[in-house]
DNA sequence: AGCCCCAGTTGATCTGCGTCAAGGCATGGC
DNA sequence: GCCATGCCTTGACGCAGATCAACTGGGGCT
């Protein structure tokens, strides 16, 4: 599968995640400018982007693929602290070094900028900073969520607030009514899942066994997903039964 | 004991925690403005300041004192999510609704803006922006740290993260050598230090007599700890025995 | 003083998840 | 075809930490 099969020329004004990303609100000739510092990148399912501690020469947004954010004891355990989608950006504008391996979870293309003249438009553009701004506190605000499943949750809730979450993201790309079935292929395997929730791969494997015994998840093979109830997923998950929609 | 000991007259300019908040970087004009849209509040121990869910009409700084924000479930497992220290910035410049319960976790001094004008000085003012874009990278990164320690780690070590981040931060305060002894009270119950470790308090008790007993730490009566080797409490951390200090 | 109340400690027991180990089922190379 | 490899599942067992419960000690009431 390419993870270019839309036809994006590499221009701005083509590229499928601009009215998410940090250039959302640009102007043309704020584009124009981007254009003239970016260059694409593409990694392979695996292979590491950004090493922990390594100085980084680039920020960028992710444009297709997922990449995530791990962080490693010396004695090999590790968590992940961070899923990256399609528009999330990288990099931290004012500091040098990352304190995290970034690592491609499928092939990933991203957007990059040279870090100095980036950081260079950024002072002088008040609202690429904003955006920025806006972005990061939606990332702080995930980081706490996921604070409360690692630290509060069982094994099953925990799964249960995994797919709901991929099931939430693919919801916003393509959407099907918010609580009527949902279909989607995890991007993760099960010893992702278990770096992101904290557990091991055994348990991850046993509570999709139990979720799919108990009716609340269709299995079709071990990647392909359907949830009958979203409703009922986002009970066991331990989030109100409306996930917010309500509001 | 009072949290207004220092000789605070309300100014900013005496203001004892001006170099590390929001407005560090602002100028005698800028400082003008936000003193004309500040007022200070006063919360007693246990006090809550924000409720979830509530629309906010200030932000601000934490003056004195510490704050926590935490997240509760329906059945009530609460999960803190993040320690407010004096410096730490409240709230969130374009978006109404606190995600989370605002709680005074020792007697707490905060200096508010309105919400609005503090949001157009914003505007007009890229350096404060971009200051709240440092802090709330900053902030992200302790979240993500925390995520590993909530995932990865054991009670005892848990316990041992906690104690050498409140040390440290007490270490930034009155500088005492960063590997020598170290002296401080926790300002925690045991019941607040196990919401932060997603323990239970009676776990919380039993790892801090084991690190007593272990020599790790001396206890005098049931807050204040000494340290007498902190590169031994951060190995017992599991973080690396230098603690990054050595870089 | 006498009392209560709250924070903390400690013990006994239970259990959810980790650990270790044995397969299953695709895919790809020879 | 056959075997190797990677990803996943399932079972048996043990342990770290949760749960339930009793007790301690200090500080502030009347």
Redesign the pocket.
């Known amino acids: 599968m390419s993870v270019q099969s839309q036809a994006f020329t590499g221009n701005c004004s083509d590229c499928p995640v601009r009215h998410r990303a940090v250039c959302a609100h640009c102007e043309i000739d704020e584009l124009d400018e981007l254009e003239s510092i970016k260059y694409y990148r593409t990694f392979e399912a695996g292979q590491t982007i950004i090493w922990s501690g390594d100085k980084m020469a680039f920020v960028g947004s992710v444009i297709a693929g997922i990449a995530s954010l791990t962080q490693t004891m010396e004695d090999g355990r590790t968590q992940m602290v961070g899923l990256l989608l399609p528009s999330d950006f990288v990099g931290r504008p004012g500091r040098d070094g990352s304190a995290y391996d970034v690592t491609a979870t499928t092939d990933v293309v991203m957007c990059c900028f040279r870090k100095k003249p980036f950081e260079q438009l950024m002072a002088r553009t008040p609202h690429i900073a904003h955006r920025l701004l806006q972005m990061t506190l939606d990332e702080l605000d995930a980081a706490r969520e996921w604070m409360l499943v690692l630290g509060r949750k069982?094994?099953?809730e925990k799964i249960a607030s995994l797919l709901s979450i991929i099931a939430r993201r693919d919801a916003s790309l393509s959407p099907n009514g918010p609580s009527g079935a949902m279909v989607f292929d995890l991007p993760l395997?099960?010893?992702a899942m278990a770096d992101y929730l904290?557990?091991?791969?055994?348990?991850?494997?046993?509570q999709?066994?139990a979720l799919k015994r108990d009716g609340v998840i269709l299995?079709e093979g071990?990647?392909h997903v359907t949830v009958p109830d979203m409703g009922r997923l986002m009970e066991e998950a331990g989030d109100d039964s409306d996930g917010g929609l309500m509001a």
Do not use: D, P
């Open positions: 069982t094994a099953r395997t099960r010893e904290g557990l091991t791969l055994e348990t991850v494997s046993r999709m066994s299995l071990k990647r």
